[in-house]
């Protein structure tokens, strides 16, 4: 098993520091990327905490929905999967983790304690896996159904605070590009971050004539879809992506079509990725708390098991406001 001062070498930290932040000390004051680097190496290296047997035979399910390529071309799922393992590791538990193109992951879910699924799956999928373990709850999916619990970054809110944004800096000529995403490859899923931009078209009477793009959440999509509208000369002038990773690739477009960022065109994301301090410009987006939306769903998960709550929950998590560089005032 891995020691304090291995992970203490291979994160860059001092002994002292490893052992603060493994133990949750909140008095220690150390930056959100050394705490989460700090748990990666924990992790990757295998380090258990000693002297917990309660919490270490507690075995954490997290099922996802994605693959592991998926994950990497846009960190919102990564995010919310460091989350869980970060809470698992401070406090002693087994994590086992499946992908839902595995062939064998009903079976590896089968003897767990509690399982957290990160995704989308559809209703048949959802039904088999709350049948799989008493302690369910689906991160990043809504679901009406009351018997299910889920747990979610309320994007809608975060749409219409984010296109409200653009309306006060004069914005009316506003493009959404998003993603598609589906359950079980056919049964498509609403997203709400579309059905707000509509709303609120339709509600100010904006034309959304030629604005609406969607393909993939990925840099390269986001890319290729501004591309279209620029090449088809249609009239905008602020883009509102359904995600940071598409926004990089709008950014990356208008640039190449000799255009400038917020000057010709603003630009607004969703997730606040770390990227997005970097981008050039660096990017306006609505900050979605996702890697703690991974924590409170493990957490929810061990206290239903620990404290034995059948009762379901829904909660939502909201997102705020970062204002940087890639938005302005509408060009005269």
């Given at each position: 098993m891995a020691t304090i001062r291995q992970i203490a070498?291979?994160?860059?930290v001092?002994?002292?520091?490893?052992?603060?932040?493994?133990?949750?000390?909140?008095?220690?004051?150390?930056?959100?990327?050394?705490?989460?680097?700090?748990?990666?190496?924990?992790?990757?290296?295998?380090?258990?905490?000693?002297g917990n047997n309660?919490?270490?035979?507690?075995?954490?399910?997290?099922?996802?929905?994605?693959?592991?390529?998926e994950e990497q071309r846009d960190d919102y799922y990564l995010k919310a999967r460091q989350g869980i393992e970060d809470y698992c590791i401070r406090n002693s538990i087994s994590i086992i983790r499946a992908y839902r193109s595995d062939a064998n992951y009903r079976e590896v879910i089968s003897s767990l304690d509690g399982l957290i699924c990160v995704g989308k799956f559809s209703v048949k999928e959802t039904k088999e896996l709350l049948e799989s373990c008493n302690n369910v709850i689906f991160v990043d999916m809504a679901v009406d159904s009351?018997?299910?619990?889920?747990?979610?970054?309320?994007?809608?809110t975060a749409a219409k605070e984010a296109l409200y944004y653009l309306k006060a800096l004069g914005h009316e000529k506003i493009a959404y590009i998003g993603g598609l995403e589906y359950a079980s490859g056919t049964e498509a899923i609403?997203?709400?971050?579309?059905?707000?931009?509509?709303?609120?078209?339709?509600?100010?009477?904006?034309?959304?004539?030629?604005?609406?793009?969607?393909?993939?959440?990925?840099?390269?999509?986001?890319?290729?879809?501004?591309?279209?509208?620029?090449?088809?000369?249609?009239?905008?002038?602020?883009?509102?992506?359904?995600?940071d990773a598409i926004a990089y690739g709008v950014l990356r477009s208008i640039k190449e079509h000799k255009m400038s960022v917020p000057k010709d065109i603003s630009v607004i994301g969703i997730n606040d990725s770390e990227m997005s301090?970097?981008?050039?410009?660096?990017?306006?987006?609505?900050?979605?708390?996702?890697?703690?939306?991974?924590?409170?769903?493990?957490?929810?998960?061990?206290?239903?098991?620990?404290l034995s709550i059948k009762t379901p929950l829904k909660a939502h998590l909201?997102?705020?406001l970062v204002e940087r560089e890639s938005c302005g005032k509408v060009k005269k």
């Open positions: 070498e291979k994160a860059g001092s002994p002292a520091t490893v052992s603060r932040i493994l133990n949750n000390d909140s008095t220690l004051s150390v930056a959100e990327e050394t705490r989460i680097r700090v748990f990666s190496v924990a992790e990757e290296l295998h380090y258990t905490k000693k309660d919490k270490a035979a507690f075995k954490m399910g997290i099922l996802q929905w994605f693959s592991a390529e009351r018997d299910v619990s889920t747990l979610t970054i309320d994007f809608r609403e997203d709400s971050r579309k059905k707000e931009y509509l709303a609120f078209m339709k509600k100010h009477k904006f034309s959304t004539e030629g604005l609406i793009r969607e393909d993939q959440f990925s840099t390269a999509s986001g890319y290729e879809m501004m591309n279209n509208i620029l090449d088809e000369k249609v009239s905008v002038t602020a883009v509102f992506a359904a995600s301090r970097f981008s050039e410009p660096a990017l306006t987006t609505m900050h979605a708390p996702v890697y703690e939306m991974g924590q409170h769903s493990a957490n929810l998960v061990y206290a239903m098991s620990r909201y997102c705020e």
